[in-house]
């Protein structure tokens, strides 16, 4: 089978669900139907656009290693692609190397704790709390920003979250676990 029917079958499975999940949507109640029908439609006309445009590409065109580039190992920006394939040298700050070899655990090891951090901090303090924490911890621990502008764009965030769901959607909140011992105070 080649590389164009896979990539052609693959999006209309993906079609063929996202359909599934609009045609479902319209059964739902008038607040129920706000995210998953706008998601569901925005992903139909992303899918035909991908549909159209890898059918009328030329075959060589692209070829992505999404394995390649999610690790960040392959061909470096400006070598060619008859260089030898090497790791890239550059890691995401803060996290530990990359164990040498065939399956090796740092890296991931490094995302599952990130991950159970969150839910811990969710579950302990609520969603926004954690949000607010974990990723004002993100960008600082990772030196993406200077703490100042990681505190502003952490507090901008949190407010956008904030405002979407409490405000527009109405939505009621967990308050974690935690709830008992901070309405004491």
């Given at each position: 089978?080649?590389?164009?029917?896979?990539?052609n079958?693959?999006?209309?499975?993906?079609?063929?669900?996202?359909?599934?999940v609009l045609v479902l949507s319209l059964e739902y109640g008038p607040r129920a139907?706000?995210?998953?029908i706008p998601i569901s439609v925005l992903a139909l006309l992303l899918l035909a656009a991908q549909i159209v445009?890898?059918?009328?590409?030329?075959?060589d065109e692209l070829h992505v290693d999404m394995l390649e580039?999610?690790?960040r190992r392959g061909i470096k920006p400006g070598e060619s692609e008859d260089a030898e394939a090497e790791p890239a040298a550059e890691t995401i700050a803060g996290a530990p190397p990359a164990a040498d070899g065939p399956g090796g655990f740092g890296r991931e090891a490094f995302a599952f704790t990130?991950?159970?951090?969150?839910?811990?901090?969710?579950?302990?303090?609520?969603?926004?709390?954690?949000?607010?924490?974990?990723?004002?911890a993100y960008f600082s621990l990772s030196r993406h920003y200077h703490w100042a502008r990681a505190?502003?764009?952490t507090t901008i965030f949190t407010a956008v979250v904030y405002g979407l769901f409490v405000e527009v959607l109405d939505i009621q909140l967990y308050h974690g676990l935690l709830e008992p011992l901070m309405n004491r105070f």
């Open positions: 089978m080649s590389r164009r029917t896979q990539e079958l693959l999006a209309l499975v993906l079609l063929c669900f996202f359909i599934g139907r706000l995210v998953p445009w890898q059918n009328l590409r030329p075959a580039f999610l690790t990130k991950i159970l951090a969150f839910v811990g901090l969710f579950l302990a303090l609520g969603p926004f709390p954690a949000a607010f924490l974990f990723t004002f505190l502003v764009y």
